[in-house]
Structures are given as C-alpha cells and as structure tokens.
C-alpha cells in the first residue's frame, strides 16, 4: 500500500512569491491535514480538510490556504512568502478518526 | 485536547527497554493517548493508540493508569533505529483530525 506522497520535496522561493504544495494521501483515505515544523515552534497544525471540506483550522494567517479534491488529493499554498515561512510542511492522510499517517514532507526555503 | 508533559530527554543503551512516560492529568474521559515518533527530517509516524486498557503492537507497548492521568511507551527491545523524538498527544477518537505536538522527548539510544 502506498504512503503520503507529498511533492516536491524541496523547494526554494523568494520573499513576496507565491508556492503550492502538492499531496496524494493514502488510497481510500479521505482526511488530509497539514502541518508546519520548524525549529522555533516544533509541529504546528494549519488545517484539515475532509470531503472537500475544510474541517479544522490553526492559528495561522490568511496567506496559509488550502484545498481538497474530489480524489482526496490537497494543496496548500502561501502567498506573499516571508522569511520565516521556511519550514518543513508535513501532510498526513487518516481514515477519519483514526491514526494519521504522515508523508517526508517538502522543505521549503524562502531566501 | 488535554495537555501532556514528557521529558525532554532521555538515553538507553541498545537492547533494553525503552520506557517512555507522559502525564497527562486533565484527560477526559473520551480522550486516547497516542504516540508518534519522528526520526531526524522524516514525517511522524504514528506508534499506537489506547484509551484505557494496556495496549501491545508490533512496535510497542503502552500502559496506561488506571486513573489515566500518565501513561508510558515501552519500547521492548531498543535498537539504534529508534533513536527518535517521541511524541506524546491526546485527543479525542472521532471529529476532526487535529494533532497538537508538544515538545516530545528526544531518546537517544546508545550502543
């Protein structure tokens, strides 16, 4: 059975771009939620979608947005990038309710 | 979702057990205890679960009070690849999938 397939897995931007990250969850899976790593605040949630829906929420600003697909597949993406957007962006897939099961992520580095 | 409290460190040499323990004083009574571990620049993964009887999977065990305010991983038979930051979390079974990172213990195991 496949995994979290998240791409690219690196990425480099400059400040005021724009990005969109890409994730395939687990087949059969239809929650996705993402996640926001770095060094300072450790793992953060951003939010989750479900059905195409988004269900949950962080505490982060309007430029994190994101997106669910008819096939589970979901984007995020963040505009305006800052500086301090560099981080590890994890996508995790479930089976709603249950465990979560996360992809390698993709690091992005904004210069 | 309840707040959990693990030490931020902790060393075992390879081949013994691994006891991991969290406190996690106001659960409520709808709350599971999950575990993940994250390997250096890897997505978390998932360990195992349990509400309130002791619960045993291929990778680990997971004994929790009786008055469910702390609980602890055991790692049977520690090897060097499980050298890792453990995550303790709580949180409800059903509804969205939100997961809250505390800080974790980082366990190193020694040869």
């Known amino acids: 059975k496949a995994g979290v397939t998240q791409t690219p897995r690196y990425l480099i931007k400059t400040r005021g771009q724009q990005v969109t990250l890409s994730c395939s969850p687990i087949?059969?899976?239809?929650?996705v939620s993402w996640y926001q790593q770095t060094p300072g605040q450790g793992l953060q949630f951003l939010f989750e979608?479900?059905?195409?829906?988004?269900?949950n929420k962080g505490n982060f600003p309007g430029r994190f947005s994101g997106r669910q697909f008819s096939n589970s597949r979901s984007e995020m993406n963040v505009s305006t990038l800052e500086l301090g957007d560099s981080a590890l962006y994890l996508c995790?897939?479930?089976?709603?309710?249950?465990?979560?099961?996360f992809g390698q992520g993709t690091r992005l580095t904004v210069v | 979702d309840a707040k959990t409290t693990q030490p931020t460190s902790m060393d075992c040499a390879e081949g013994r057990a691994a006891n991991l323990p969290c406190n996690h004083s106001?659960?409520?009574?709808?709350?599971?205890v999950y575990w993940y571990r994250q390997i250096h620049s890897q997505g978390p993964q998932y360990i195992i679960h349990?509400?309130?009887n002791n619960e045993t999977n291929e990778m680990a065990s997971l004994i929790i009070t009786e008055d469910r305010k702390s609980s602890t991983l055991i790692l049977p038979h520690a090897t060097l690849r499980d050298t890792a930051v453990y995550y303790c979390?709580?949180?409800?079974?059903?509804?969205?999938?939100?997961?809250?990172f505390g800080q974790g213990t980082r366990l190193t195991i020694n040869p």
């Open positions: 087949s059969g899976h239809r929650s």
């Open positions: 995790a897939s479930s089976p709603s309710g249950y465990e979560a099961f």
């Open positions: 349990g509400l309130k």
């Open positions: 979608y479900f059905s195409e829906t988004q269900r």
């Open positions: 106001t659960i409520s009574g709808n709350e599971y």
């Open positions: 979390i709580v949180r409800g079974l059903q509804g969205a999938q939100k997961l809250v």
